[in-house]
């Protein structure tokens, strides 16, 4: 396992269009995270899964953006109708959550997609 | 929402020094997590801490859990250009028993001069 890939690095992209980035977790993880880092900033909680199930979508998350893991593996971040504020880098993590005691570990994060919407 | 306070903002040291910066919370963690990121890439983990007073080190690196779960603290020894970097903590909310996402601080952006 190469660590979480994200797909693609960069996307420039027009106001107003749609777009689509992908995320491929740690396999063994059953937690997948967005977040979304603006310049000077750390990065701000978006959504996350555990498995397929969506289980908690921050305000962050306009009806703009939806977010799927269709199958509890990868993961894909739509976002319809670009503004300039999109603009972003979005971060995609994954991580393990013990059942037992509930904690979760190995919070590990992929290289992002920088987003630019001109 | 939740905020951790990190500091200092930035810092700039010379190779050599000795590095500390630390991050607060105003309500109590169960988790505290230590990043570096680097111009264009996502956070790298540094070191992870669990238990309140827990002391762990990574090389050159050594984080502490605050005993009131309220803090952590990192320090890097004798520092040196590849050092260079943004530094983030992150944080789990006790609340919500690991159902609540990190919340990460704005980072300090450590640089190091030769």
């Known amino acids: 396992d190469t660590g979480v890939s994200q797909d693609p690095r960069h996307k420039i992209t027009k106001r107003g269009q749609n777009v689509t980035f992908r995320c491929d977790p740690i396999s063994e993880h059953n937690r997948l995270y967005w977040y979304r880092q603006t310049l000077g900033q750390g990065p701000e909680f978006l959504t996350y899964?555990?498995?397929?199930?969506?289980?908690?979508k921050s305000r962050l998350l306009s009806d703009r953006f939806s977010a799927e893991r269709p199958k509890g593996s990868f993961s894909t971040l739509e976002i319809q109708r670009t503004e300039q504020g999109d603009s972003a880098m979005y971060l995609c993590a994954s991580s393990l959550r013990a059942s037992g005691t509930g904690k979760v570990y190995g919070y590990t994060f992929g290289s992002g997609t920088r987003l630019t919407v001109v | 929402g939740q905020q951790l306070n990190q500091s200092p903002q930035s810092m700039f040291i010379q190779e050599g020094e000795d590095v500390s910066m630390n991050c607060t919370s105003s309500s109590i963690f169960n988790t505290w997590l230590w990043y570096k990121q680097d111009p264009g890439e996502g956070p790298v983990l540094l070191i992870a801490l669990y238990k309140a007073g827990e002391l762990t080190s990574n090389g050159r690196l050594t984080a502490q859990f605050g005993i009131t779960r309220k803090d952590s603290f990192l320090n890097i020894s004798a520092s040196i250009p590849s050092d260079v970097g943004i530094y983030f903590c992150?944080?789990?909310?006790?609340?919500?028993?690991?159902?609540?996402?990190?919340?990460f601080g704005k980072g300090t952006r450590l640089s190091v001069i030769a």
């Open positions: 899964f555990q498995n397929e199930a969506q289980l908690e």
């Open positions: 992150a944080g789990q909310p006790l609340e919500g028993s690991g159902n609540t996402p990190l919340v």
